[in-house]
Structures are given as structure tokens and as C-alpha cells.
């Protein structure tokens, strides 16, 4: 299930709002959970035993990494007892077996489907061989659910966080609806404490309700008209010559705009959700296209992922603290990594690897000549780059990447622009114009200066005013218009 | 939960909570409908349940359907988003685009490897049938659409299919696969029609154009021609095969409907267009009376109605008036006029069909339509056709002519051509 649909918004979050509200405090984790199986069993009925079956193995995991470490300290005390912190550092040989056990595990399933037909059909094509793709679909949000359990076994075992004793609450923890088909990608320790105990608020749902419609809209209103006019571009081109430089470049500012308000407009939803139900989930994205290098845009893009792949690979690797060459090295591993995981294609790895290069171009030297240039010419080299990244990253494969890059520079042989593109561009000049404000903080400045001046209620009764309308704006492109993607079925 | 007393804090919790309890409730509550007049469909119903069903996330997808299709205030939704690209200044809506002097335009693409398919199979059902029988006269019109004859009114650069392109490659397929059939393209005689004074292309503003849409070739709310645009091809095709059209003056001219709003205004709901005028053209001299035999169900070819006029005023009073013309789509149907000829017309269609039939039936005594979205290419005889076996298990036979008649978009996308090689003549 999606969150911009008619289903979750009108049958299943009433239900599942009014279940968790009737649910007596000790309960309300079970109906979250249950949910939260309705919700992914939705969209897929079969691949949702694959994450019960990766709950339950990483729970039992965490409880016998636990009692590892617990035995390790031999202290005889119950000093690991409960939901307090245990404090190891990995002393425990047992412990360690059972952590690399545990990331093995994880790493097979998450490797097995996602990348088995990618390596698959790599290994037969560089040795000639005929093996047969498994030909698995990708378990939905395989990659979040995944990094989410890693998270609780690593920091279990580096004694970070306690260790979780109850299946239903570490089963709502990792497939907790919100946030689990697009992130963010919630660290165990984020909301270990909350799982046990949270408080729930009007107040505090009156937050999420305005951040969960402001996501709705981005992501139906704005995310999804956008996403017409990226495809209505790319099938400009009739068969055989390419599409014209001007129908690329709508394209792909496009869908620039399509995957910064689409994701991130899951992203509020997801918080605003989670605020419903008394978490706080952390904050995924903040303004990233306001950014002045490439180095700000990773701070501000996906925070949660870029973070998850520092605290558990780039610092493990040894991060800075072992040299240039070696933090340059993990850079590059970490880049990799981070384009991988967007997908079993070589575009995604090219795309992460580009961003790697650029990263590391800026620690060595872009970033200290970018200091003396002005705001205007860094906003542009940097939107430059990320404009023509998403060139790669929208390719459905590397062949097609490198076409659009072609198409883009005007190499394809396609024309200089035609009536496809010279047409969008009239069509949807406003639409650009309001997406762009809409990709800076400005709106929201805005909105604080103005009811800054508001008495309190006054202010409160047009915030009311303005999500019922954006609620029901929505509702109306929902019911009109079957065109309603969904971006991340290749994470 | 606990409360706070503070309403800035807690007022849109309730909102919220209101709106999509509200909401759901209501929708719960609110009565089903099988069909949207206004969007002139059938809506989803209720999705079956079962183990399998749900095992391959087939009830899941047609519960999203059904939710979407029994929405309370459905069409006022519509409306608002109609409203809304409007209000950026869009010129389409998705669905079609939003042409001047009032004019919608179907938003559409054509596939070639279905074209080729769709060449294909008419080609082969066309040779086999001249095998059988060479004084067959096999022709083909495949008529333009609105966007293709009246660009002008398309916003500028609406980027279309090219329909000119499609018709040309049409011709050249059949011609070098079928030697003796005879092609129609009738683009340029509309085009011509449409850009003649006193024609299409008025310098004057839609308002003055004639309340009876003389001369209009197209509805603007509708992806249907006209009889006036269906007339000019007729004529061009009576001549290319042959036959004397009746001349315009031979006909009087009659407004039936000036309410028409069709399909195109059902893709945007809320755009406020002016109706359509409906015309028919009477012969002067009537042509003697005419039988019609129509099947209104293929798999029961005991379930059939007789009428003798090929317009059925009772569609004028609902959303879908097209109908008026033949009734609208049925499976087959069988016209035997006062025509003494011989000749004996089988007719395969689409809907631009229906309101030419009438000049059609001016040069044959006897014709079998058929709609291959409805009748699969099952042919059963009339009631009295001798050609036939009573028992309706063979097909007529003696044809003398056969015709294909299909406007160029829904030539290239109708996949129940592939029901030609089910269609037997005997």
C-alpha cells in the first residue's frame, strides 16, 4: 500500500487510527505491528513472510548477542537485565561470531533479492556462461527494513542500545508502516526508548496531521505532475532518433523535481505519521537543492541513509582518522555502496561513484576554490551536477544513461528542440515556477512571518484550513488521474 | 489520548480526524453505482474474494479501483482538478487538451507494432477473400480525426500523433499487399472542407458559427465526426469505388440535439465547453423502407430486435447521444433496404461507422455490420437470409463487397482485429 492512495487514506488509516486509540496502552504496539503486516502484505502477500522470517531471525539474533555479551562481562549481575544499556564493547568472542552471523545474514537476504539477478546476468556475460536468472521481483522496501534491523544488531553489540525482549515491539520497529517502503531509515537507537514508552498528544498529533498532508501534497500534487511531464519528454522522440537537447533538459529538471518532492514528500508523511502515533522519527531531507556544494547537498539529501553508511561503514573503515589516502578510499567505498543500494543496475553504481569523485574533489581542493566564488556560481555548479546525476540515476539501465546523457549535450544527433519540448515548456512554465519556490525554504519563511502577526487561534484556524485543502486538493488528483508512481521500487 | 486545552494546538487533529473519519464513513455508507454517466463507463464493482486472488495481489489492485471508482462526490472532484490545471495555465488536462473555439482534443499515441499487426491482419483477411472470390470489391476507409483536420485549434505544439504519417503507411501496406482493394484516406477532403470559407475555419469567433454546426466536421465534445465530415468521406469513397454519391442537395438537413456533450468533455469534467448540435441528413426522396436486424449479444443469437430506422431518439435524452446514430455498438447487426442491386455489403467497424451507414445503405440491398469488439468475429445470418443455415452455425455467404470503416486511431489500437481470422465467409 501507498500513502498517496485512497485505500490507506479512507479505509485503512481510520481504521488503524481508531484500533490504536481504543488499544489499551500495553496493546497499542500489537496493533502497530499488525498494521504494519496488513499494510506491507497490501502490496506484497508473498514477501511478507521474507520480512516476518528477517524480524524474527534478527530478534533472536539480538537476544543471543545479548546473552553473549552478558556472559562475557562475568559479573554474575543481572547487569544486562532489562532496557538498560549494557555498555560492551564487543569484548565477547561468543558475541561477535553470533554479530558477523547476524550482518551475514542480512546482507545474504538483502543480496540474494535484490542482487542475485544482477550478478547473475554480470557473471554471464563476462565468462559466457548460461546460469539462470532466479528472476526474483524485489521484495518491497527490502533495503530499508534491512539497514533498520543491521542498525539494532550493531549498536546491540557495541552496546549502544539495550536489547529489545519483546517480539512485537522489535517487530513494530522494523516494519513500523511509516516508514517502512521509503524510509527514513530509522536508527534502533532513535526510537528505542519511545517503542516502550511514548506519549501521545492532540498536540502532538495536531503536528503530524499537518506534516503528513504537506507530504501528501508534495508527493500528489506537485511529485506527480511532475512525473507526467518527465515522461510526456521522454517519449518525445520518435523511434530511432533520439529526443531533442530542449525536451531533455525539461526532462530531466523534471524529474529533478519529481524525486526531491516525491521522496521527501514521503519522507514528511512518514514523520507526520509517526508523529501520530507518538514517535519521532528523524528528519530525512532539508532543502538540498538550496545547496552550495556537493559536499551540503549530501548533509542535506537522504539525510538518514548518508548517515547510516558513516556510522556503519565509513567510520568502521577507519574514516578520517587514518590518513588521506585511506579516508580517500572510503569515500570511494562508501559511494559505491550508496549507489548500489539505489538499485542492481550499473547506473546506480555509476551514479553513487560520480558523486564519490566529486565528494572527494571537493575535500581535496573545490571546496577551498568554491570559497571564493560567489553564492550564485556555487548554487549553479552545484545544481549542475545534481541536475545531470539524475540524468543517470533516472535511466532504467547504464545504455540508457548514457542516451540521455547524449540527448542532453546535444551529441544524440536529435534536434535542438521540437514541438514536444517547446510545448511542455508553455504548458507548465508556471507549474516550474511554483515547483522551484517550492524547493526553498521561502514558502515556509513566508508562512512564519505571516502568522507571526496571527493571534494564536487565528493562526491555528488557518493551518486547519489550509491542510483540509490541500487534503481534499489531493483526494480530487487522486480520484481523477490513475497516474500515481512509485519511485522506489528498485531500492 | 490527553488533552490539551490549547485549540491553536489541537484544531487541526480534529480537522484531520474529521475529515477522513467523515470521509470514509460516508463513503461507506453511500450507495454504489454501476456506471458513471458522466464519465460514460462502467465503474468498479466490489472485487471478488479469494486465497488465489489475494496470493497474486489481484483483489488488492481491484479493491484500489474500487475505491477510486466509488469515491462520494466523485465527479466533483473531477471538476476541481479540472479547475486546477486550468488554473496554471495548462492547455491539457492529461487526457485531452483544451483547443481553441471550444474545441477537446483525445490525447493519443500510436503504436506502430499494433499498427503493423492491425495492417497485417486486414491484409491477410483481404487476400484470403479475394482467393475465394476475385470479384469481391474490397475497400478500406480509415477516416482522420479531429486533431489531425482541424490542427489549427489545437494549442500551439500540442504534440499529437501523426495521423497524415499513419494513413500513408496504411495505403502503402494494403496496396502492395492486397492489389485490388481500394484505400479511402479522406484527410484531405476534410481538410479542405475545413479550411473553405463558410467552412470549419471561421475568421469569425466560435459564437458565430451556425447554431445547427453546419459545416462543422467534428463535434468539439465528442472524439466522433460529424454527419457533415462523415458525409465528405462517404462522397469520396462512393467515388472511389465506383458508385454515384448522392449529392448534398439530395438530402435535407435536420438538427436533432443541441445538448450533445460526449466523450471528450467526460475526460474533463468541470470545463465548460458548449453542447454540441446533433444533425442527420434526410434523403429528399425517401429511400423506401428498411429492415434492421440486430444482435444484441453475441454469444445468444436468439436475442435480437427489428427496427426500421437507423436513429434511435430515445440516446438523445441521455449523456451518451452518439447513440442516436444505429442505436450505438451492438455485435452485428443486418440492414436490408429497398435497394433492388443484388449487392450485399459486409461492413466491419468502429463507432465512426454509425453515422454513415445511412449513405452506405443508399448503394446496397443488403448489409451485415459487424463490431469486432463485441461479436469476435462471429458472423450469424438474418432470419431468413438463405445464404445462411437456419441453425445459425454457418455464416452468410455472397457477399459482393466487403469494406473495413474505422477512424485511424482506433484502427492502430484495436486488438480485436486479431478476431478477423475467426471471421469465416462463406
Known amino acids: ?491 | 489520548m490527553k488533552k490539551k486545552c490549547d485549540p491553536c494546538a489541537v484544531l487541526p487533529a480534529l480537522v484531520f480526524i474529521a475529515l477522513i473519519a467523515g470521509i470514509s464513513l460516508w463513503n461507506i455508507l453511500l450507495p454504489r453505482k454501476d456506471f458513471s454517466e458522466m464519465e460514460n463507463r462502467s465503474l468498479a464493482a466490489f472485487p471478488q474474494l479469494s486465497f488465489e486472488q489475494i496470493r497474486s495481489g489481484k483483489w488488492m489492485s481491484e479493491f484500489d479501483d474500487y475505491a477510486s471508482d466509488q469515491f462520494l462526490f466523485r465527479d466533483g472532484f473531477m471538476k476541481i482538478k479540472t479547475a486546477a490545471d486550468l488554473s496554471l495555465l495548462r492547455q491539457d488536462n492529461g487526457r485531452v487538451y483544451f483547443g481553441k473555439d471550444g474545441y477537446l482534443f483525445p490525447i493519443s499515441q500510436i503504436d506502430e507494432t499494433q499498427e503493423t499487426a492491425a495492417l497485417k491482419l486486414v491484409s491477410d483477411f483481404a487476400a484470403k477473400a479475394l482467393e475465394r472470390d476475385p470479384r469481391l470489391r474490397l475497400s478500406v476507409l480509415l477516416a482522420p480525426t479531429a486533431q489531425s483536420v482541424l490542427s489549427d485549434k489545437l494549442p500551439p505544439h500540442a504534440p499529437v500523433s501523426d495521423e497524415p504519417a499513419a494513413l500513408r503507411r496504411a495505403a502503402d501496406f494494403l496496396h502492395a499487399a492486397v492489389p485490388g482493394l481500394i484505400f479511402t484516406d479522406p484527410l484531405a477532403q476534410l481538410r479542405s472542407a475545413a479550411s473553405a470559407p463558410g467552412g470549419e475555419d471561421p475568421a469569425g469567433e466560435y459564437e458565430d458559427e451556425p447554431a445547427d454546426g453546419e459545416g462543422q466536421l467534428y463535434y468539439r465534445t465528442d472524439h466522433h465526426w460529424t454527419t457533415d465530415g462523415a458525409y465528405l468521406a462517404y462522397r469520396q469513397w462512393a467515388q472511389d469505388n465506383g458508385f454515384t454519391p448522392a449529392s448534398r442537395d439530395s438530402f435535407q438537413r435536420e438538427t436533432v440535439s443541441h445538448s450533445f456533450l460526449g466523450t471528450n468533455q467526460a475526460k474533463a469534467p468541470g470545463y465548460t465547453v458548449l453542447p454540441d448540435p446533433i444533425a442527420v441528413y434526410t434523403p429528399k426522396e425517401p429511400a423506401g423502407p428498411c429492415r434492421i436486424t440486430v444482435w444484441k449479444d453475441a454469444a445468444d443469437p436468439a436475442e435480437i430486435e427489428i427496427r426500421d430506422s437507423f436513429y434511435d431518439p430515445a440516446f438523445l435524452k441521455t449523456k451518451d447521444q452518439y447513440a442516436y446514430f444505429l442505436g450505438g455498438n451492438d455485435p452485428q447487426m443486418h440492414v436490408e433496404t429497398s435497394v433492388k442491386n443484388g449487392r450485399k455489403l459486409l461492413l466491419i467497424k468502429d463507432s465512426y461507422a454509425n453515422c454513415m451507414v445511412p449513405f452506405l445503405a443508399l448503394h446496397f440491398e443488403e448489409i451485415y455490420i459487424t463490431d469486432l469488439r463485441y461479436s469476435h468475429g462471429k458472423l450469424l445470418p438474418a432470419p431468413g437470409d438463405g445464404t445462411g443455415d437456419a441453425a445459425g452455425g454457418v455464416s452468410p455467404a455472397g457477399f459482393t463487397d466487403v469494406m473495413f470503416l474505422y477512424n485511424i486511431e482506433s484502427f492502430s489500437s484495436d486488438k480485436n482485429l486479431a478476431y478477423l481470422t475467426q471471421l469465416k465467409l462463406n
Open chain 1, 1 to 491: 500500500m501507498i500513502f498517496s492512495s485512497l485505500v490507506f487514506l479512507f479505509y485503512f488509516l481510520p481504521v488503524v487510527l481508531a484500533l490504536y486509540t481504543l488499544a489499551p496502552r500495553r496493546g497499542k504496539n500489537a496493533v502497530l505491528f499488525a498494521a504494519s503486516l496488513l499494510f506491507y502484505a497490501w502490496g506484497e502477500p508473498v514477501y511478507v513472510f521474507l520480512m516476518l522470517f528477517s524480524i524474527l531471525a534478527n530478534y533472536l539474533l539480538g537476544l543471543s548477542i545479548h546473552r553473549a555479551l552478558a556472559g562475557g562481562t562475568k559479573t554474575g549481575l543481572n547487569a544486562a537485565e532489562g532496557a538498560e544499556t549494557t555498555g560492551h564493547q564487543g569484548t565477547s568472542p561468543a558475541a561477535r561470531r553470533r554479530l558477523i552471523l547476524a550482518c551475514a545474514l542480512n546482507l545474504a537476504l538483502l543480496g540474494f533479492f535484490k542482487y542475485a539477478g544482477f550478478f547473475i546476468a554480470n557473471l554471464n556475460l563476462a565468462l559466457g556462461l548460461h546460469i539462470a536468472d532466479p528472476d526474483l521481483p524485489l521484495p518491497l522496501g527490502i533495503s530499508f527494513y534491512t539497514f533498520q534491523a543491521m542498525s539494532y544488531i550493531i549498536d546491540l553489540y557495541r552496546g549502544k542500545v539495550a536489547v529489545q525482549k519483546s517480539f512485537v515491539a522489535f517487530g513494530t520497529y522494523v516494519a513500523l508502516f511509516p516508514q517502512l517502503i521509503a524510509g527514513p531509515i530509522v536508527r534502533f537507537q532513535t526510537i528505542a526508548e519511545e517503542l516502550t514508552l511514548r506519549s501521545h498528544s492532540l498536540a502532538g498529533f495536531s503536528q503530524g496531521a499537518l506534516r503528513f498532508t504537506a507530504g501528501l501534497g508534495k508527493k500528489v500534487l506537485l511529485a506527480n505532475s511532475a512525473g507526467a511531464v518527465f515522461e510526456q519528454a521522454m517519449q518525445s522522440g520518435g523511434a530511432g532518433s533520439g529526443i531533442s537537447v530542449l525536451s531533455a533538459w525539461i526532462g530531466v529538471l523534471a524529474f529533478t523535481m519529481q524525486i526531491y518532492f516525491d521522496f521527501s514528500g514521503y519522507s514528511d508523511m512518514a514523520i507526520g505519521l509517526g508523529r501520530m502515533f507518538g514517535f519521532h522519527f528523524p528528519e530525512n531531507f532539508n532543502y538540498p537543492y538550496i545547496s552550495q556544494s556537493i559536499t551540503e547537498f549530501w548533509r542535506r539529501w537522504h539525510i538518514t541513509l548518508s548517515s547510516w553508511f558513516r556510522e556503519y561503514v565509513y567510520i568502521p573503515l577507519g574514516g578520517n582518522r587514518r590518513g588521506t589516502l585511506l579516508q580517500l578510499r572510503n569515500i570511494a567505498a562508501v559511494w559505491a555502496l550508496t549507489g548500489i543500494w539505489h538499485g542492481a543496475s550499473w547506473n546506480f553504481l555509476v551514479w553513487g561513484v560520480y558523486f564519490g569523485v566529486l565528494l572527494i574533489a571537493e575535500k581535496l581542493f573545490l571546496l577551498q576554490a568554491l570559497q571564493r566564488a560567489p553564492a550564485l556560481l556555487r548554487h549553479v555548479y552545484t545544481m549542475f551536477f545534481v541536475i545531470v546525476s539524475w540524468a543517470v540515476f533516472s535511466a532504467d539501465d547504464l545504455s540508457g544513461a548514457a542516451a540521455f546523457l547524449a540527448s542532453l549535450s546535444g551529441l544524440s544527433g536529435g534536434p535542438l528542440s521540437d514541438g514536444t519540448g517547446l510545448y511542455l515548456l508553455q504548458n507548465h512554465a508556471l507549474f516550474f515556477l511554483l515547483l522551484m519556490i517550492g524547493s526553498t525554504p521561502l514558502p515556509r519563511r513566508l508562512w512564519i512571518r505571516v502568522s507571526g502577526g496571527l493571534p494564536q487561534t487565528a493562526a491555528g484556524l488557518v493551518r486547519s484550513a489550509g491542510m483540509a485543502a490541500v487534503l481534499l486538493l489531493s483526494v480530487a488528483y487522486l480520484v481523477s488521474s490513475s497516474y500515481n508512481p512509485f519511485l522506489y521500487f528498485r531500492f
